[in-house]
């Protein structure tokens, strides 16, 4: 053995000091080389991550102030449908379309996009993720039947000549015979009414628990300290 670690030391000294200050700097040269590549990488990863944060918060606003709209327009509705049921009953009105007023200001028709939905879906609660999955198709698609209602409404004063109708108060009474056609519109229109005045409450607290769930969601996986007020 010690003759071995002296013919090692006889082959370096043959080499010489230039051999071996040579191969320590490449040892060293690699070694930083490879250092600067290591951090190299480690920053290329963290810009990724943190693009795919910022993409990741970006959708997430944008499905918050969309979930934010059709909780306002549920709430809107609701209060609407609470107000004029509340003063038919005050007034002793049995049939609902005599005192439901259709809503002004039609709201226009929301779409969550894919990659919010993607990004919901990233974020692994199921609860959320079923509660928004139809919001926006619940909120579009009664839309148009508070415009059928309307049309369909407005109609039924030119259908009979003896009716007293309070445009003021929005009810109105009418002479109607049975089996007559004027009774099959008042019917269907009592029907939508009802309809709508169900769909009311039932949609707004269906967008309130999800909104109530997402906001906390949101601020928790994403970091957004967002703060979303009751009133």
């Known amino acids: 053995m010690l003759g071995f670690f002296a013919s090692l030391r006889d082959f370096g000294t043959f080499l010489g000091s230039e051999f071996w200050s040579a191969l320590v700097g490449a040892i060293v040269g690699g070694l930083i080389a490879f250092l600067i590549q290591r951090q190299a990488q480690k920053a290329a990863r963290r810009e990724r991550e943190d693009a795919r944060k910022m993409e990741a918060k970006s959708h997430a606003y944008s499905l918050l102030f ?10 809107h509705i609701k209060s609407h449908v609470d107000e004029r049921i509340e003063f038919g009953q005050r007034e002793k009105v049995g ?13 226009t028709p929301i779409q969550f996009a894919p990659a919010e939905m993607a990004m919901l879906l ?16 619940i909120h579009n698609s009664i839309i148009p039947v508070w415009s059928i209602y309307e049309a369909k409404r407005a109609a039924i004063p030119t259908k009979g000549d003896n009716h007293v109708f309070d445009k003021t108060q929005g009810k109105g009474e009418f002479d109607v015979e049975q089996g007559s056609h004027l009774e099959a519109s008042i019917y269907e229109v009592e029907m939508l ?10 949609d707004f607290e269906e967008a309130d628990l999800a909104m109530k769930k997402l906001v906390p969601l949101l601020n928790d996986r994403l970091k957004l300290d967002i703060k979303v007020s009751d009133k």
């Open 193 to 202: 009414a009802t309809e709508l005045a169900q769909r009311a409450k039932l």
């Open 66 to 75: 969309k979930v934010l709209s059709i909780h306002a327009t549920f709430a």
């Open 122 to 137: 990233s974020l692994k609660d199921d609860d959320t993720f079923n509660l928004l999955l139809s919001l926006d198709r």
């Open 95 to 107: 049939m609902i379309s005599s005192v439901l007023l259709p809503i002004a200001n039609i709201p």
